[in-house]
C-alpha cells in the first residue's frame, strides 16, 4: 500500500515531510507500539516497508526508526512530536503524520484495508 494511501487511510496530517519520495513508497507492514525496545526487538525483517504508528513523541522514537531504516512514524491520539523531532526528521530522511485514531482505531482501519502485521 502506497504511503499517501496510508495517510490518506488514517485521515492523517502531515508533522514533517522529510522526503517526498516516501509518499510513493510501498509500505507492506505496520507495527503498533509505544516502546521503542519493542520496536527494535521485533521489527527484524523488510524495515523499509513498515509503518511505525506510536503515541510516544520524543527523540527517542526518531532514533529507534534511524536505526532501523523505517521511513514513516504515524502518531496517534492527535499527538505531535517536540519540536525538536523535526530538525532530527531532516537529518534523518523521515516522514511524520500525525492522526486522531487512537492506536486500536487506527491499526484496525489498515487491517481492513489488507495491511499486514510484521513478520516474525
Not at 28 to 41: C, G, K, R, V
Not at 47 to 76: H, K, S, W, Y
Amino acid at each position: 500500500m502506497l504511503t499517501s494511501r496510508i495517510v490518506e487511510l488514517l485521515g492523517a496530517q502531515p508533522v514533517f515531510i522529510g522526503d517526498e519520495a516516501n509518499l510513493k513508497a510501498e509500505i507492506t507492514y505496520a507495527f503498533a507500539t509505544d516502546l521503542m525496545s519493542d520496536a527494535l526487538a521485533m521489527i527484524l525483517h523488510s524495515p523499509e516497508t513498515t509503518l511505525l504508528l506510536t503515541g510516544l513523541c520524543n527523540p527517542q522514537v526518531l532514533r529507534t526508526a534511524d536505526m532501523l531504516d523505517l521511513r514513516t512514524i504515524v502518531f496517534v491520539r492527535g499527538k505531535n512530536p517536540m519540536d525538536i523531532c523535526a530538525e532530527l526528521a531532516g537529518e534523518m530522511n523521515l516522514n511524520l503524520y500525525s492522526t486522531s485514531l487512537t492506536m486500536f482505531e487506527a491499526c484496525g482501519v489498515l487491517y481492513n484495508a489488507g495491511m499486514q502485521g510484521i513478520e516474525r
